[in-house]
């Protein structure tokens, strides 16, 4: 069974920065698809950042220059760096892993038919 344990979560002024983890058991991350995903107050789940099998990295236009993704295949952890925090990027943060059949396309990061795997989210709040 997949587990996705998100942690590092917490409230920051604008301009701060925070480091989120994303412990993987049940799957070998190494071997996934895996992305960042957020979920904004009364907005819809977005992607944020991935990287896939080989190591390719995308961004969302929004985050791009400001936060990096990355992972630790010994660990079996995922990280997401954020710099330069925004209060617009105030979300709740989500760990995912693609299925079988998924693309690497930032915009089906969120269809669970393609990325089935998700963590219970960690809050990150960015104060003005």
């Known amino acids: 069974q997949v587990h996705l344990v998100e942690s590092g979560g917490d409230s920051v002024q604008a301009g701060g920065s925070l480091r989120l983890s994303c412990e993987a058991s049940?799957?070998?991350?190494?071997?996934?698809?895996m992305t960042w995903n957020r979920q904004p107050p009364g907005k819809e789940r977005e992607g944020v950042a991935g990287i896939d099998r080989d190591g390719r990295i995308k961004y969302a236009e929004s985050v791009k220059g400001r936060f990096t993704i990355s992972k630790d295949n010994t660990d079996n952890t995922l990280y997401l760096q954020m710099n330069s925090l925004k209060p617009e990027d105030t979300a709740k943060y989500y760990c995912v892993a693609a299925g079988r059949y998924a693309d690497f396309v930032v915009a089906t990061w969120t269809r669970p038919d393609l990325y089935p795997y998700w963590g219970q989210g960690t809050q990150v709040t960015v104060s003005s």
């Open positions: 049940g799957l070998m991350i190494n071997g996934y698809c």
